[in-house]
């Protein structure tokens, strides 16, 4: 009997990562699933899942994440799934730096951390799959979300180099970009711009109130927003295929935004992105 496949997904309290690690374990992976709070760490336990507390942004949870997981395999891991985010809306200029700080904790440098984790015990197996769940805005920016599209285009960065660099190495790294995906995602938003954003003393004041009013509806609305397995499709493939991509880019509007960035000349281009 095959030995079942074990796989650490984060970020999985609600949207992509708590569907990736349910239909993970209905395919028969050995799922580690984190979270932050702890109906959220129950309820995953509930649907059989093995849940653990990780907050990207406490360095402490990461390593005792780890160990934990270590314990719970005999110190073995096939695959890492990064996901857990927010986005830091606001326009640039408003952005204190200490939300900037704050967004590149959650989402870059802790994912790092939990990499340089994972990385030599997959070295050690000969074998392993790191997949990022990045965004379109990795690849492509929109105004409004400076502090996000720095983040994401750090992660994509990163992770390219990583997997130059574990090539020949029996460990393949994906990046999955997404677009608009049905999540809680602007609510988290929306959160973050009330914290940290003085929307009526900006300049932009007016240009804002029609971003809060998306934000408050849920965020952008597109007849093109998928559902979460649309990202567990594309992992599936980062995490089985014997040749699995360095980018997967998920649902139409993100498609489109890479064939525009790779035809039209660049004035154009953030022309068009300008006035969305």
């Given at each position: 009997?095959?030995?079942?496949?074990?796989?650490?997904?984060?970020?999985c309290?609600?949207?992509?990562?708590?569907?990736?690690?349910?239909?993970?374990?209905?395919?028969?992976?050995?799922?580690?699933?984190?979270?932050?709070?702890?109906?959220?760490?129950?309820?995953?336990?509930?649907?059989?899942?093995?849940?653990?507390?990780?907050?990207?942004?406490?360095?402490?949870?990461?390593?005792?994440?780890?160990?934990?997981?270590?314990?719970?395999t005999?110190?073995?891991?096939?695959?890492?799934f990064?996901?857990?985010?927010y986005?830091q809306p606001?326009?640039?200029?408003?952005?204190?730096?200490?939300?900037?700080?704050?967004?590149f904790?959650?989402?870059?440098?802790?994912w790092?951390t939990l990499?340089?984790?994972?990385?030599?015990?997959?070295?050690?197996?000969g074998?392993g799959?790191?997949?990022?769940?990045?965004?379109?805005?990795?690849?492509?920016?929109?105004?409004?979300?400076?502090?996000?599209?720095?983040?994401?285009?750090?992660?994509?960065?990163?992770?390219?180099?990583?997997?130059?660099?574990?090539?020949?190495?029996?460990i393949?790294?994906?990046?999955?970009?997404?677009g608009?995906?049905?999540?809680?995602?602007?609510?988290?938003?929306?959160?973050?711009?009330?914290?940290?954003?003085?929307?009526?003393?900006?300049?932009?004041?007016?240009?804002?109130?029609?971003?809060?009013q998306?934000?408050?509806?849920?965020?952008?609305?597109?007849?093109?927003?998928?559902?979460?397995?649309?990202?567990?499709?594309?992992?599936?493939?980062?995490?089985?295929?014997?040749?699995?991509?360095?980018?997967?880019?998920?649902?139409?509007?993100?498609?489109?935004?890479?064939?525009?960035?790779?035809?039209?000349?660049?004035?154009?281009?953030?022309?068009?992105?300008?006035?969305?």
């Amino acid at each position: 009997m095959a030995k079942q496949r074990t796989i650490l997904v984060t970020g999985c309290s609600s949207g992509i990562g708590a569907h990736c690690a349910r239909a993970l374990k209905a395919d028969g992976w050995r799922v580690f699933a984190t979270a932050r709070r702890p109906e959220d760490i129950d309820a995953l336990a509930a649907d059989g899942l093995e849940g653990f507390y990780l907050d990207y942004r406490e360095e402490d949870s990461i390593t005792a994440l780890f160990d934990a997981v270590m314990e719970q395999t005999g110190g073995t891991l096939d695959a890492l799934f990064n996901n857990g985010a927010y986005a830091q809306p606001g326009a640039v200029e408003d952005v204190p730096t200490e939300a900037l700080r704050e967004q590149f904790e959650a989402a870059f440098f802790g994912w790092h951390t939990l990499t340089r984790l994972a990385v030599p015990v997959m070295r050690q197996a000969g074998h392993g799959r790191i997949v990022q769940c990045s965004s379109i805005l990795g690849l492509v920016p929109m105004r409004w979300r400076g502090a996000y599209n720095a983040v994401k285009h750090a992660l994509e960065g990163m992770t390219l180099t990583l997997r130059m660099e574990l090539a020949g190495s029996g460990i393949h790294v994906s990046l999955i970009e997404p677009g608009p995906i049905e999540t809680k995602f602007a609510s988290n938003a929306l959160a973050y711009i009330e914290k940290y954003i003085d929307v009526e003393g900006s300049a932009h004041n007016r240009d804002y109130q029609p971003e809060l009013q998306r934000l408050r509806q849920g965020g952008v609305r597109s007849k093109h927003k998928l559902p979460p397995d649309a990202v567990y499709t594309v992992l599936k493939h980062a995490l089985e295929s014997s040749r699995p991509r360095p980018h997967y880019v998920v649902t139409r509007p993100a498609k489109i935004g890479v064939a525009m960035k790779r035809l039209l000349p660049a004035d154009m281009l953030y022309g068009i992105l300008r006035s969305r």
